[in-house]
């Protein structure tokens, strides 16, 4: 195994070598979605470091060891997938699930903190906020908008078909900020929303359990997830995510939220003193 490999060489590892050993032993997540280039940007060193490095270590190349290491995050992520498969016990199968989320968390935690800060920077100094994505990440993303409207932020969604992104993109000004999810789905027109965002000054950002789908590929800024808990595809770990989005923007916002909370909350006890002091064929008619 890689772990086993590194150890063996580290001490004889050149200074180049040993930063890209450190960041395969600290961000194996990363790393196992990484090409060598993309993981030489990371430590500045070039592609060719990378792969003498894996050379160095016992493998033929880079592809080799990262081969094992995709395999090594496969096995992590998934190994309660027999238990939840074949549980005839609630319990159980929802113990497995909690261990599989909170494992994907841990590795969210180390490899995607960083991206996750600069989404939310990026949402939270953009003057207008718009949210996409296909399928059942549409209805996501316009929950999380309506939800930061609270914090006073002004949002938008669009659907991502050819008449809503050219309306949208148009209206779109530079300093806004795209945040899209990109699921097991293609997800072409959500990519081409972010590439003609992007053109126009638009930061944009993509939540995705793909790297290699078109809208990661597009977006200035990528965070990645794992969609599978205990062996099936799931949301748990993307609506974890988008809760931590929201807790973090109504905190560094936290006067505004409070202030429009409590007006919504005037409101509401002012729609309860009319229905209550409303006629019942008004209520009925």
């Known amino acids: 195994m890689f772990h086993d490999q590194i150890s063996k060489h580290y001490e004889s590892l050149t200074p180049s070598f040993r930063k890209v050993a450190d960041f395969i032993l600290n961000h194996t997540l990363d790393t196992a979605f990484m090409t060598a280039t993309e993981l030489g940007q ?62 994907n968390l841990k590795y969210f935690s180390t490899t995607e903190t960083g991206h996750l800060a600069e989404a939310v920077k990026a949402i939270n100094e953009a003057p207008k906020v718009w949210f996409s994505g296909e399928l059942t990440s549409y209805p996501m993303v316009q929950n999380l908008a309506s939800s930061l409207k609270i914090t006073g932020m002004d949002t938008e969604t669009f659907r991502p078909d050819i008449t809503a992104i050219t309306n949208a993109v148009a209206q779109m000004k530079a300093g806004d900020a795209l945040l899209v999810l990109a699921g097991e789905s ?29 809208p990661a590929r597009e977006a200035e800024i990528v965070v990645y997830y794992s969609s599978h808990t205990a062996g099936m595809v799931g949301f748990s770990l993307l609506y974890a995510i988008l809760g931590m989005i929201w807790e973090a923007i109504s905190a560094m916002r936290n006067e505004e939220t409070i202030k429009i909370a409590t007006e919504m909350y005037d409101n509401l006890s002012k729609l309860l003193e009319y229905r209550a002091n409303s006629k019942d064929y008004e209520l009925h008619s």
């Open 42 to 103: 990371r430590v500045n060193v070039d592609a060719a470091t990378v792969i003498r490095f894996s050379q160095s270590i016992g493998y033929t190349g880079y592809r080799q060891l990262s081969h094992e290491v995709q395999r090594y995050v496969q096995n992590q992520v998934t190994q309660h997938y027999h238990i939840a498969a074949h549980t005839k016990s609630n319990d159980t199968l929802l113990l497995s699930l909690q261990e599989g989320l909170q494992q």
């Open 186 to 214: 293609p997800d072409i027109d959500v990519g081409y929303a972010v590439k003609l965002a992007r053109a126009r000054g638009v930061k944009t950002i993509c939540i995705t359990s793909v790297r290699s789908l078109l």
